[in-house]
């Protein structure tokens, strides 16, 4: 079977959806488990935090797959997994929110100010909301050329949450400049050589 047919067939959307489900459901089988740690709410923080930023980099990918690999089909994914990163990003927040100011919105509000790394990912979460109600047909088609500018946002967002784990972090790098990395590159597709790079015509070409 080639790589657009299975990217194509009628079971690659459900197993994307059970593969973006898959954390989510791990973490209720633990909570269930007991067996979220001796920080739970810390544990549900950093699994949430960390799963947005992974999906918002498949997400990103997405397109650079498509033209690296000569194959259309990818794009079929990126809104599913766009809103999956959405629904993650919702997941941190609310954690947060309940457990840190248990919902009182001017406690919140006034910690998203005091704290830098609060105030990057809060901005990141609501520079999100506008992506994830615009990202069906109906509102591409209504927005036209608008829709792809205010699409861009995303590499906003990207760099505000790569900031909010590097500020976040009080040792260990490795892992923020590992995704900063990533993010680098998949902004490098946009803008740089890369953007004419096509796995195809390098195999053919050697
Ligand atoms: C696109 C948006 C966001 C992304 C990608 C993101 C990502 C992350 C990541 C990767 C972590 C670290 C996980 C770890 O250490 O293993 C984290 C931690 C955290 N994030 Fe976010 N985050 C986002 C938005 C937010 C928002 C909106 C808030 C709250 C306003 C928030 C509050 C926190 C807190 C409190 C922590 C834990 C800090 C600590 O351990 O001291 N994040 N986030």
Same mark, same amino acid.
């Given at each position: 079977m080639s790589l657009p047919s299975v990217l194509k067939s009628a079971w690659a959307k459900p197993v994307v959806h059970l593969l973006c489900l898959a954390p989510l459901l791990f973490l209720i089988g633990s909570a269930f488990a007991d067996a979220?740690?001796?920080n739970p709410v810390e544990k549900l923080t950093h699994e949430s935090g960390q799963w947005t930023l992974r999906l918002l980099l498949v997400t990103l990918a997405l397109s650079p797959l498509r033209q690296w690999t000569?194959?259309?089909?990818?794009?079929?994914f990126r809104r599913m997994v766009g809103l999956y990163t959405y629904f993650y990003c919702c997941c941190h927040f609310a954690i947060w929110f309940i457990a840190?100011?248990?919902?009182d919105l001017g406690d919140m509000l006034e910690d998203v100010i005091k704290r830098p790394y609060i105030t990057l990912g809060f901005s990141a979460f609501v520079l999100l909301l506008p992506l994830a109600i615009t990202s069906n047909q109906a509102m591409i088609r209504r927005l036209g050329r608008n829709w792809k500018a205010l699409h861009q946002l995303v590499y906003a967002i990207l760099l505000l949450a790569v900031l909010h784990f590097l500020w976040l %972090?009080?040792?260990?790098?490795l892992e923020p400049t590992i995704y900063a990395i990533i993010g680098v590159v998949l902004l490098l597709h946009r %803008?740089?050589?890369?953007?004419?790079?096509?796995l195809k015509s390098f195999t053919a070409a050697r």
């Open positions: 979220l740690g001796a000569g194959t259309a089909a990818w794009i079929r840190d100011h248990s919902l %972090v009080k040792a260990d790098y %803008v740089g050589p890369m953007k004419r790079f096509n």
